[in-house]
């Protein structure tokens, strides 16, 4: 999927924000690395590359717990300093899950519909071309003196009388697969979709507090040791002035 206002693909708006192309992008190998919607065939600087990034993501910005194990209330959250980028992703993910989901658990309903759907198809072409045979040759037999001749019309109207029993009983087996497709088919609704502008979450007050004192504390570190290196300083240039006198 591709960026709010931009021709570029999700993974290379995000390889550019959170700069991890700096690092290769000297290399010859990973110059040549194209980035397209699958099927794509294998490529292994272009898999390691996603690979590093779906690691990334999955342990430090994307987040899936549900509300209450009784209910079927999945939250999806995705942290990242661009909200354009995580609105696009958590729907392009949610529609991508949903889909996958829909088609795992409906698979075996679904071939059973297109099978019978595709026979019914086949039967009702049959059938009306039984129809239009026998009329073609109940036109040709104007002589009723000869019953040879209608031999041919009576075959054709068994055809077309076995095709319609058949016709009917398949109408009835499509009838039953679509109601078990609907059944076996999961209903996946959005309740709560991103909308712009995203949430804003920064530090609690306890965590600015523990850096804001860890910083203060290297702070002083480092000042106390330019002192004592300066008295030391100072220190050593004196005895050296003795010794000089």
């Not at 290379?12 to 194209?34: G, I, S, T």
């Not at 076996?184 to 995203?198: A, F, G, H, K, R």
């Not at 979450?201 to 910083?215: D, E, H, N, Q, S």
């Not at 002083?220 to 004196?238: A, E, G, M, T």
Request: aromatic fraction near 8%.
């Amino acid at each position: 999927a591709r960026n709010f206002g931009t021709n570029k693909l999700l993974i290379e708006v995000y390889l550019a924000n959170h700069e991890m192309n700096k690092e290769w992008k000297d290399d010859p190998k990973f110059q040549q690395v194209k980035f397209v919607k699958p099927p794509f065939s294998p490529d292994r600087i272009r898999d390691s590359v996603m690979k590093a990034v779906i690691k990334s993501i999955s342990e430090e910005q994307l987040s899936i717990s549900k509300m209450d194990k009784k209910l079927n209330f999945v939250v999806v959250e995705m942290r990242d300093s661009d909200e354009l980028f995580a609105k696009e992703f958590v729907e392009r993910l949610m529609e991508n899950a949903s889909g996958y989901y829909i088609d795992y658990k409906s698979k075996k309903s679904r071939k059973n519909f297109d099978l019978i759907y595709r026979l019914t198809d086949s039967v009702r072409g049959l059938l009306y071309g039984n129809i239009e045979r026998y009329a073609s040759t109940a036109d040709l037999n104007i002589n009723p003196l000869r019953q040879v001749a209608k031999t041919g019309s009576q075959k054709i109207q068994m055809n077309a009388q076995a095709n319609t029993a058949l016709y009917t009983e398949l109408l009835k087996q499509l009838g039953l697969a679509q109601i078990s497709l609907q059944k076996e088919t999961p209903l996946i609704q959005v309740i709560d979709q991103p909308i712009l502008p995203l949430k804003k979450k920064k530090p609690g007050r306890l965590l600015t507090g523990i850096i804001f004192a860890f910083v203060g504390g290297i702070a002083c570190i480092v000042f106390l040791l330019i002192i004592k290196w300066i008295k030391d300083s100072d220190n050593r240039l004196s005895r050296s002035g003795i010794v000089a006198e």
